[in-house]
């Protein structure tokens, strides 16, 4: 196995540690173990958080939720990667990167019951409020990133959006922003195979939602794009 920028893309390649099946494709990446525990631990924890929230939801004790049973290993690890100064930018599944950036799981709850103290984000936290409008988020996390270049931070921006994002105006001016500007942010697509509403099938005839970091003849927004195998 190469590195992850020896996977192409546009050729349907693919950079892959583990299998559908759970057994090792590649490189053992040799994690420590108990970093490996803490990983594990934290996506258990946000598994079991999410099913119950969504049990409350389905009881009709609390308000429109978006689970993201599947998908937690694709933001709980970028997000164990950030240092604290880093700023994280989310959509709305991204439960298990909100409980390792440090906000409070009785916060989540309290947004979801419709009060508005459950969208206060701790001061000493870097990561921004709750998106639901699909892909607006992609030019904030530009701006925000853009503006640290600016002022000499050091630090990043990690910007996490779904599959639907791609096929809307905001996901390409934020990528294009962002890649004019040189700015320091990292945007991370979960591919959940829907889009709010319809499958990934009837939003975008594009084979791959990679190559949509491509503007054409093989030009990306001058930022690498890979393809990583995470989930469905």
Same mark, same amino acid.
């Given at each position: ?10 050729? %349907?390649?693919?950079? +892959?540690?583990?299998?559908? %099946? ?5 490189? %053992? ?6 970093? #490996?525990?803490?990983?594990?631990? $934290? ?6 958080? %999410? ?5 409350? &939801?389905? &009881? =009709? ?31 709305? !599944? ?11 799981? /009785? /916060? ?5 019951? =419709? ?14 409020? #709750? ?34 994002? *791609? ?22 697509? &979960? ?10 099938? +009837?939003?975008?005839?594009? !084979? *791959? ?7 054409? $003849?093989? +030009? $990306? ?12």
């Amino acid at each position: 196995m190469g590195t992850v920028d020896s996977f192409d893309p546009l050729n %349907d390649e693919m950079f +892959q540690i583990i299998g559908s %099946d759970g057994t090792l494709s590649g490189k %053992d990446p040799s994690i420590p173990n108990e970093l #490996l525990k803490e990983m594990y631990a $934290r996506m258990n924890y946000a598994r079991l958080a %999410d099913a119950k929230m969504l049990s409350l &939801q389905r &009881q =009709g004790r609390m308000g429109t939720f978006a689970p993201s049973t599947g998908q937690e290993a694709a933001h709980t690890g970028p997000s164990m990667a950030m240092e604290k100064e880093d700023w994280m930018v989310p959509a709305f !599944r991204e439960l298990g990167a909100y409980l390792v950036r440090g906000i409070p799981l /009785s /916060s989540v709850i309290l947004y979801y019951m =419709g009060d508005p103290r459950g969208n206060i984000v701790p001061e000493d936290v870097r990561n921004m409020p #709750l998106c639901v409008p699909v892909g607006t988020q992609l030019p904030h996390a530009a701006g925000i990133a853009y503006a640290m270049q600016l002022k000499g931070d050091p630090h990043s921006v990690l910007c996490f959006f779904g599959d639907g994002a *791609t096929s809307t105006g905001d996901f390409h001016e934020g990528l294009n922003f962002a890649g004019v500007t040189g700015a320091p942010v990292v945007f991370v697509s &979960q591919n959940n195979q829907y889009a709010i509403s319809v499958p990934r099938s +009837q939003q975008t005839a594009s !084979r *791959t939602l990679s190559q949509k970091g491509y503007t054409g $003849r093989r +030009q $990306r927004y001058t930022c690498n794009v890979y393809r990583n195998k995470g989930g469905p």
